[in-house]
T-cell receptor
């Protein structure tokens, strides 16, 4: 069964550093998403991406965050200057056109120290 | 405010006990409804979904859920749980035509052998 692949599985970074979280969505999917889950809290929507542009973003997704699909296969989330409160599990997801079943990746656990 | 609510945060059951996890949403109009499961250390997996038709939907691993439109509910059930059902369960909703998956807070299920 096709999978969404995320790397790395765990990243530790110092506060103020830039991080890039990587995702490879399923190849024939056109809609891409990033969600995050702070420990003990609910899974929160960050951003959706379609046709090479952001289609929707949440209040969490401020100027410190950006997404990119640099080469037609990868879908990246960049945090420019990490804060302690960015520590969370970040999930990438993708879906097909006209079908609302998301496929999620295994997540990247980001720890900001 | 529009939201998805899961009533139980932590449920402890013995094997063979019956399970029902509550989920209510506050969105009007057409919704697509989902239950996801997250086993320890693993990614979110789709248990079942409801788009239209028979409001009683069956998913993987013996789970089922019933959509009751008048109650804005989509409760998850399983007649007899197993130790391997120990996981976090998330109810999620896509309000009409938004494409954005919105999660409830999650319920941790612990099944004692």
């Amino acid at each position: 069964e096709p999978e969404v692949t995320q790397t790395p599985s765990h990243q530790v970074t110092q506060m103020g550093q830039e991080v890039i979280l990587r995702c490879v969505p399923i190849s024939n999917h056109l809609y891409f998403y990033w969600y995050r889950q702070i420990l003990g809290q609910k899974v929160e929507f960050l951003v959706s991406f379609y046709n090479n542009e952001i289609s929707e973003k949440s209040e969490i997704f401020d100027d410190q965050f950006s997404v990119e699909r640099p080469d037609g296969s990868n879908f990246t989330l960049k945090i420019r200057s990490t804060k302690l409160e960015d520590s969370a599990m970040y999930f990438c997801a993708s879906r097909q056109t006209g079908y609302y079943g998301y496929t999620f990746g295994s997540g990247t656990r980001l720890t900001v120290v | 405010a529009q939201s998805v609510s899961q009533h139980n945060h932590h449920v402890i059951l013995s094997e063979a006990a019956s399970l029902e996890l509550g989920c209510n949403y506050s969105y009007g109009g057409t919704v697509n409804l989902f239950w996801y499961v997250q086993y320890p250390g693993q990614h979110l997996q789709l248990l079942l979904k409801y788009f239209s038709g028979d409001p009683l939907v069956k998913g993987i691993k013996g789970f089922e859920a019933e959509f009751i439109k008048s109650k804005f509910s989509f409760n998850l059930r399983k007649p007899s749980v197993q130790w391997s059902d120990t996981a976090e369960y998330f109810c999620a909703v896509i309000p009409s035509n938004t494409g954005k998956l919105i999660f409830g807070q999650g319920t941790t299920l612990q099944v004692k052998p």
